[in-house]
T-cell receptor
Framework: DAGITQSPRHKVTETGTPVTLRCHQTENHRYMYWYRQDPGHGLRLIHYSYGVKDTDKGEVSDGYSVSRSKTEDFLLTLESATSSQTSVYFC???????????FGPGTRLLVL | RKEVEQDPGPFNVPEGATVAFNCTYSNSASQSFFWYRQDCRKEPKLLMSVYSSGNEDGRFTAQLNRASQYISLLIRDSKLSDSATYLCVVNMKTDRGSTLGRLYFGRGTQLTVWP
């Protein structure tokens, strides 16, 4: 399997607190993605990166920011967590944008 | 209309059965297509790409009909281990002016294979 990890794997936090999720890859893939998965919605793209310091918004980017200072790391930050951001967050990587993606194990976030 | 639509199921079939899933997509200019499977509380994993001429991987056969904007996945001789949710995935250009396409995921079709 591709080397992609996410941390933390589970997190419980309170409304209004900042939260940062980390995605780390050892595959040297150019493209990295953050998705959230919720019942009834499937996977929805939050942000993606096409290189170091190069990022763009997905379809549900409000309330989220990202950073990519190194090829291997892609961080997702919830500046002020809300209960609507309770979800499972998946990171994914790919060699080409639009090609098949490999997913990390996911982070389960609960915002109380 | 949602970009990628699938019948959510659930499909409940006995071992050894043949089952087919269908998927439609909205953008006729889409270039690449995939089927993923996702086990309960796990990440999605790429099952197979879908090629224009159709392709087969063991018990799994994928078909693409560009004219109808339709993709299918056929599973023959179902195994208990095939129980999962199957996601139809299509690469489409975004609607925000970007020249880069990205993947759109269907909501998935749930399959349960019983002994």
């Amino acid at each position: 399997d591709a080397g992609i990890t996410q941390s933390p794997r589970h997190k419980v936090t309170e409304t209004g607190t900042p939260v940062t999720l980390r995605c780390h890859q050892t595959e040297n893939h150019r493209y990295m993605y953050w998705y959230r998965q919720d019942p009834g919605h499937g996977l929805r793209l939050i942000h993606y990166s096409y290189g170091v310091k190069d990022t763009d918004k997905g379809e549900v980017s409000d309330g989220y920011s990202v950073s990519r200072s190194k090829t291997e790391d892609f961080l997702l930050t919830l500046e002020s967590a809300t209960s609507s951001q309770t979800s499972v967050y998946f990171c994914a990587i790919s060699e080409s944008h639009g090609g098949g993606q490999t997913f990390g194990p996911g982070t389960r976030l609960l915002v109380l | 209309r949602k970009e990628v639509e699938q019948d959510p199921g659930p499909f409940n079939v006995p071992e050894g059965a043949t089952v087919a899933f269908n998927c439609t997509y909205s953008n006729s200019a889409s270039q690449s297509f995939f089927w993923y499977r996702q086990d309960c509380r796990k990440e999605p994993k790429l099952l197979m790409s879908v090629y224009s001429s159709g392709n087969e991987d063991g018990r799994f056969t994928a078909q693409l009909n560009r004219a109808s904007q339709y993709i299918s996945l056929l599973i023959r001789d179902s195994k208990l281990s095939d129980s999962a949710t199957y996601l139809c995935v299509v690469n489409m250009k975004t609607d925000r002016g970007s020249t880069l396409g990205r993947l759109y995921f269907g909501r998935g079709t749930q399959l349960t294979v019983w002994p």
